[in-house]
């Protein structure tokens, strides 16, 4: 018999005792399980009592999606304050690094806002903005780096934070998929993810001449 879930929800913290819920049903059984009722039972609160936050399942992980997102602005963003006095680039690898430390810390938060089949972007003004904002540093610290000379001088900047977006989402997957063990054994997630990243970074670089 399963253990009975413990009471979540106290007044006023509705949709953080169901997002929390919806993160340990995914957390323990897939995303495949995940339903508005069910994560109403486990909050411990009435199966209606969610529809007037969450009309849908897509509504429910939407709200976890805005969560993730939330906390990996929050990540980025104190990686970016504590590199002010610092280089464009090595301020783009802080950035880079929060988001990869982010994802391995957190990979069910990271999983589902990852995912465009299981959240609706379009109806997230938050996900969207912080989306925007964080592309907008990205851009800004490449063009400060092509300012400074110490862009590599054939880059694109476009095409440089689409593979720089592309480079750090891909190795984060890599890692929360489980392909390390495949590609690369000699050492943990945690201790090459950093390695791989500073490889990358130095291929942006201006070469001396």
Do not use: C
């Not at 819920?21 to 109403?40: K, L, M, N, P, Y």
């Not at 810390?105 to 912080?130: K, M, Y």
């Not at 095409?159 to 890599?174: D, E, I, N, P, S």
């Amino acid at each position: 018999m399963r253990k009975p879930q413990p009471d979540r929800y106290h007044h006023g913290n509705l949709v953080e005792a169901l997002i929390a819920a919806t993160i340990d049903i995914v957390e323990e059984r897939g995303v495949e399980h995940v339903s508005v009722r069910e994560a109403a039972r486990r909050a411990g609160v009435s199966p209606g009592a969610p529809f007037r936050h969450f009309a849908t399942k897509t509504a429910l992980m939407t709200a976890v999606g805005e969560q993730a997102m939330d906390r990996l602005k929050a990540a980025v963003d104190a990686a970016l304050q504590a590199t002010l006095d610092q280089a464009p680039l090595a301020r783009l690898e802080a950035l880079g690094s929060a988001y990869l430390q982010w994802a391995l810390r957190n990979p069910t938060h990271f999983q589902i806002i990852s995912s465009r089949s299981l959240i609706d972007i379009a109806a997230s003004e938050s996900i969207r903005t912080a989306n925007a904002a964080i592309r907008a540093v990205m851009v800004g610290l490449l063009e400060e780096a092509r300012r400074d000379g110490a862009l590599a001088p054939d880059l694109d900047i476009a095409q440089t934070v689409l593979v720089t977006r592309a480079f750090g989402y891909g190795l984060a997957r890599m890692a929360i998929d489980g392909h390390f063990g495949e590609w690369h054994t000699a050492e943990p997630p945690a201790d090459a993810v950093p390695k791989a990243l500073r490889l990358f970074m130095g291929l942006l670089k201006a070469k001396p001449s």
